[in-house]
Every structure is written in structure tokens, then in C-alpha cells.
């Protein structure tokens, strides 16, 4: 569990030897925790985009086409494949309601669908007939939004069917799109690199370069975040390019003060350029599809790698979470789909305990080693310390004969703080054996847990304090005061194995 609140920097805080087995045991199950349910391979050609609304997936493809499977079985339907493109179709998106499925195509259209018989509602030219690259559907379905080759962007009305507005970017060609869960904006990528954000009004709210060499795909994330300092509340945007990189900006729900972008994080793993990005319904996940041909599952919240699928034989085109289960549809240029279904309790198992391997100083990598760095005010001192090769046992280790001698840090200032940060690392291991570790002990009631339990918000709790929170009408997290997306509580086994292992060696 991790005691601090979503988006703060992990507590670095050391823990016992059995508690350290009882974690890793779960985390070599991570196997079992997405399983490949399904593979489609209707299409004749790439697949460039899928899509879910609440009880159907909709898949395009470089064949011309736009296919549609039902959930339930995963059959497709009667009146699939859609056929009306003269050329490639790049993008499908449903609308809210899931009634009207849009697809947009390199033969300048954007096409509007009847989801129930298939038929065709309208066609929607580009202006100048410009190869269209993404399409959106506005989060209250009054727009769709449009994007081409020749860097135009246009905002339809999706009841009239007709032009509302237009604008362009100054170079490259749309290729990303996503809409702000709450107020009247949206955001494009081009295959220049710029994330440019707009209003209702097509007004460029702010523009920056994103992604050196060019982005490919951008979410939000449907789910508010609290930054749990000011009680300030965000939404977090991903970013993915040929770059190979994955970024993560938040965007305050607030406009008070008006528009704010700021950028957050930086996520690694993949060694090729990323096609493709998504958040899963509850904003705990991110997928991302890859040139390397790999997907990887993310932990938002702590920013780590759950688990990698390697499926697919060719590049990663697409991926995409279905709105209201954990269900992940990944399209790639080996011409198929594949349906993932995560395990829910093993998921929250896994995501609670990987942030509990990473407190123990003495198994810090380098990478972890670089992080507290971070977390310390001392980024300056990264290179130096990776060189060198200082992981959390180097770390420890650490004397001021060491780090101007062999590190060459000469000033004595900053050799003076890096030691007083060190030291307060080994009285936190010097204090353990004497102290209740802090995720034992259960933030309702604050005392140790002896049943506990995880909550849809992804910490651990007392099951009975947890009950009884939830019984009074509180549908809270006690963690982060966000909504929880559901009052299920799961057994953390895992965790009780490991009290009761403490328990036992520290009796007196």
C-alpha cells in the first residue's frame, strides 16, 4: 500500500525480509493477471484503429473497411463489415451514447454510421479533400472533431451535420486527437511534434513541441486526479511518438486562472517508435502499442511497468479499453485484434505491492537510486551518481571521503546535503525493527490491519473500518477524496500473510 497520496513521490521507507517474499510471491503471478480472451482476423490488411462503446468493438483497417463484433461473444455483427471508403480508413470512433460510429478515411471523408443496421448517415468532406487522419466525438456528442493530412482541423456540429469551424496548424499533418473529459477543449498532435490545445471555438488555447519527432497518439484519462496537497484536482494527458517515448501532462480542472499544461513525467520500456496510448475507464492504467511489436501495461499512478504482452508478430498500431470493465482490444499490421481480460483482484494486488519492493534502499537500482535523487532536490547529481554505478547499496555506503574523492564532487555544500539525506535513509532502516511498517497499519483507524482488505481506489484497509466508511454514505476514497469506482472490497491476502509473518518475529 502506498501511504502517500496519488501523484506525490513514493515514502522511501524500508521493510521487513518476510514481508519482502510475501510481495514478490504475488508478483510472480503477474502472468496470469491479462489474458488473451480473443483474436479477430476478419481484416485483409492492417489494422489501424479500434474502438469500444458499452457493447460493441469497432475495428478499421488499411482493407477499406470498418468491422463490428459484438462483446457478448464477440461475433460480428450482421451488417459488418461497413463498407462506403475508397480508400484506407485510419480512424473509428463511437459517440457516447455508442448509436453513431464515425470513421474517417485517406479518401478525405469522415463517415457517420447507425450502429444498429449499418446504414449511412453522413458524409462529411474535408475541405480541400484532404486525407483524413482522426476523428473524436465531443464528450456531450454536440461535436465531432476532424483531422487531415494538410494540418486542418475541423469542428463539425454532430446533430446538423454541417461545418462549424475550422483551423489548421502551422506544419505537419493531424494525426492525434483526444477531448478534455470536463470543460470545452480538446487537444492534436501533428507528425511534427505539436500538442496544440483547442477550445469550442477553434481559439489555440496553447501549442508546444511534445515529441521531437512527431506525436502519434494522445488520451485523457476520464477519471480526475487530486494532487493531494492543495486539493487541487487534474486530468491527466498522455502523449506517444516516434521518439519512442511516452509522456504524461495534467491539465487542472479549474479555470479560474485559465489554461494550464504542464508537463509531469516521462514513461520508458519501449525501445521503438509508439503507435498508440490509452486509459483504461478508471484511470488507473495505461496502455501503450509499439514498433517493437510489444504492448505495456502502466500503473498511472506509481508510473511502473505491470506487465508487457508480446503477442502480436508485427507493429502495435492501436490499443484501446473498453468503458466500463477492464476489458483491451490491440490492433496490429499482422492483420489482427486481440481481446485482453485483466484479473481485477490480482491487478490490485499487483499495483498495491509493486510500490512495496521499491522502499527497500538496500535492493535500490540505479534507477531507483536516480529517482530519490529527483525526489531530493539533487537531479543535478543523477549523471554522476550512474556513472559510477550507485545503486541503494553504494548508496548507503556513502562517506564524504567517497563522494568528493571518487564521485569528484567538490562542492562541500552539496557533499554536506546528499550526506544529510543518506543518514536520514539509514535511520529509517535503523528504526524498523522497532516500528509498525506504515502499510500495516490502516488509514481509517490508523492501527494494525488484522483483516485487510483492497478498496477500488487501490489501497488497503481495515475490512470492518472500511464498511463502515462505506455505510455512511461515503463513496469516497479516505485515501485520495476522489468518487470510488466501485464498493467491491477484495481480501488482501497477501498483505495478511505478511502482518501475520511480522507479527510472529516480533513478538515479545
Known amino acids: 500500500m502506498n501511504t502517500g497520496h496519488q501523484g506525490c ?9 518476510e514481508f519482502r517474499l510475501a510481495v514478490r510471491d504475488i508478483l510472480l503471478q503477474g502472468k496470469n493477471m491479462v489474458k488473451l480472451i480473443h483474436t479477430l482476423a476478419d481484416h485483409g490488411d492492417d489494422v489501424n484503429y479500434c474502438a469500444f462503446s458499452s457493447s460493441l468493438l469497432a475495428t478499421c483497417s488499411l482493407d477499406k473497411t470498418i468491422r463490428l463484433y459484438s462483446l457478448s461473444d464477440f461475433t460480428e ?14 480512424c473509428c470512433c463511437f459517440s457516447p451514447s455508442g448509436h453513431i460510429l464515425a470513421s474517417c478515411s485517406t479518401d478525405g471523408t469522415t463517415v457517420l454510421w447507425n450502429t444498429q443496421n449499418g446504414q449511412t448517415l453522413a458524409v462529411l468532406e474535408q475541405p480541400r479533400g484532404s486525407p483524413v487522419r482522426v476523428c473524436r466525438f465531443s464528450p456531450d456528442s454536440t461535436c465531432l472533431v476532424s483531422g487531415a493530412a494538410d494540418g486542418t482541423v475541423v469542428l463539425w456540429n454532430a446533430q446538423s451535420y454541417k461545418l462549424h469551424r475550422c483551423g489548421s496548424v502551422k506544419d505537419g499533418s493531424l494525426v492525434a486527437c483526444a477531448f478534455s473529459p470536463s470543460r470545452n477543449l480538446f487537444v492534436t498532435g501533428s507528425s511534427c511534434g505539436d500538442l496544440t490545445v483547442w477550445d469550442d471555438k477553434m481559439k489555440c488555447l496553447h501549442s508546444e513541441k511534445a515529441h521531437d519527432l512527431g506525436i502519434t497518439c494522445c488520451d485523457f484519462s476520464s477519471q480526475p486526479v487530486s494532487d493531494g496537497e492543495q486539493s487541487l484536482q487534474f486530468f491527466r494527458l498522455a502523449t506517444c511518438g516516434q521518439d519512442c517515448q511516452i509522456k504524461i501532462w495534467v491539465v487542472p480542472l479549474s479555470h479560474i486562472l485559465g489554461f494550464e499544461l504542464k508537463y509531469k513525467s516521462t514513461l520508458s520500456g519501449h525501445c521503438a517508435p509508439i503507435l498508440a496510448c490509452a486509459f483504461s475507464h478508471n484511470g488507473q492504467l495505461l496502455v501503450s502499442g509499439s514498433v517493437d511489436k510489444s504492448v505495456i501495461v502502466y500503473d498511472i499512478n506509481t508510473e511502473n511497468i505491470l506487465h508487457t504482452l508480446t503477442q502480436h508478430t508485427r507493429y502495435v498500431t492501436t490499443c484501446a479499453f473498453a468503458p466500463n ?4 482490444a490491440t490492433g496490429s499490421m499482422d492483420k489482427t485484434v486481440n ?9 490490485c494486488q499487483a499495483r498495491s505491492t509493486e510500490d512495496q519492493l521499491k522502499p527497500f534502499t538496500e535492493d535500490w537500482s540505479e534507477d531507483d537510486v536516480s529517482t530519490w535523487l529527483c525526489t531530493q532536490e539533487l537531479k543535478d547529481l543523477v549523471g554522476v551518481f550512474k556513472m559510477n554505478n550507485i545503486d541503494g547499496k553504494e548508496l548507503l555506503n556513502l562517506t564524504k571521503e567517497s563522494l568528493a574523492d571518487d564521485l569528484k564532487i567538490e562542492s562541500l555544500g552539496l557533499r554536506s546535503k546528499v550526506l544529510r539525506k ?23 483507524t490508523r492501527e494494525l490491519m488484522q483483516d485487510p482488505v483492497i478498496a477500488s481506489d487501490g489501497y488497503s484497509y481495515e475490512k470492518e473500518a472500511m464498511e463502515n466508511w462505506i455505510s455512511k454514505k461515503k463513496r469516497t476514497s479516505p485515501m485520495t477524496n476522489l468518487v470510488l469506482p466501485s464498493v467491491v472490497l477484495i481480501p488482501n491476502r497477501t498483505l495478511k500473510m505478511a502482518i501475520d509473518r511480522w507479527l510472529e518475529t516480533h513478538k515479545k
Open 422 to 444: 543518506i543518514e536520514e535513509l539509514r535511520t529509517q532502516v535503523k528504526t524498523l525493527s522497532s516500528e509498525i511498517p506504515d502499510e500495516f497499519i490502516c488509514p481509517i
Open 9 to 17: 513521490p513514493p515514502t522511501w521507507v524500508s521493510q521487513s525480509a
Open 77 to 90: 455483427l450482421p451488417h459488418s463489415p461497413l463498407k462506403f471508403h475508397t480508400y484506407a480508413v485510419h
Open 339 to 347: 481481446i485482453w481480460q485483466f484479473d481485477l483482484e490480482m491487478l
Open 325 to 328: 470493465i477492464l476489458l483491451l
